[in-house]
T-cell receptor
Framework: DSGVTQTPKHLITATGQRVTLRCSPRSGDLSVYWYQQSLDQGLQFLIQYYNGEERAKGNILERFSAQQFPDLHSELNLSSLELGDSALYFC????????????FGPGTRLTVT | EDKVVQSPLSLVVHEGDTVTLNCSYEVTNFRSLLWYKQEKKAPTFLFMLTSSGIEKKSGRLSSILDKKELFSILNITATQTGDSAVYLCESQNYGQNFVFGPGTRLSVLP
């Protein structure tokens, strides 16, 4: 158990809908990262927050957004969902914002039908 | 565009064998390279390498980075069935870009 929690574990929704994925980092970690893992693309970095501020952006679509709250938990919002958004979404946390090992949560499996 | 390549993509060995997994990278402003093990779900951290030529070791696993030739290797000696997993390497650069390789799927047969 990495200490990073994610909810929900599974989510099934229809195309065009909007969902919110939630992540709580390990105690003491200030940085949160979101990744998408699909069979054909592997693990893709989406976005990083550090102490409430956006720190880095990767391959995140405009339909996706995220935020980190004062209590350091983070939410990833996915809107206008398409079939291709079906994937495993991981949240990870690290102690700081630089180059550090990341501890991954168990992931949220999103299925868009 | 930053890129991380791993080889082989798949490997089947028997218990007791030694394996070497390869990771090469083309990354601007490279900072560090990390190895993770992914079994059923979430990747778990193994090593972080920032300096060339310094081996990191944990039990039967070891890893080293060559910043001149832009690659890293992960060695596993005396493999066990519990080592079966996908091994991922990740590059991190000073621009806060995090790029994962496709992974090497290792299967250790009894």
């Amino acid at each position: 158990d990495s200490g990073v929690t994610q909810t929900p574990k599974h989510l099934i929704t229809a195309t065009g809908q909007r969902v919110t994925l939630r992540c709580s980092p390990r105690s003491g970690d200030l940085s949160v990262y979101w990744y998408q893992q699909s069979l054909d693309q592997g693990l893709q970095f989406l976005i990083q927050y550090y102490n409430g501020e956006e720190r880095a952006k990767g391959n995140i679509l405009e339909r996706f957004s995220a935020q980190q709250f004062p209590d350091l938990h983070s939410e990833l919002n996915l809107s206008s969902l398409e079939l291709g958004d079906s994937a495993l979404y991981f949240c990870a946390s690290s102690v700081a914002g630089g180059s550090h090992e990341q501890y991954f949560g168990p992931g949220t499996r999103l299925t868009v039908t | 565009e930053d890129k991380v390549v791993q080889s082989p993509l798949s490997l089947v060995v028997h218990e007791g064998d030694t394996v070497t997994l390869n990771c090469s990278y083309e990354v601007t402003n490279f900072r560090s390279l990390l190895w993770y093990k992914q079994e059923k779900k979430a990747p778990t951290f193994l090593f972080m390498l920032t300096s060339s030529g310094i081996e990191k070791k944990s039990g039967r696993l070891s890893s080293i980075l060559d910043k001149k030739e832009l690659f890293s290797i992960l060695n596993i000696t005396a493999t066990q069935t519990g080592d079966s997993a996908v091994y991922l390497c990740e590059s991190q650069n000073y621009g806060q870009n995090f790029v994962f390789g496709p992974g090497t799927r290792l299967s250790v047969l009894p």
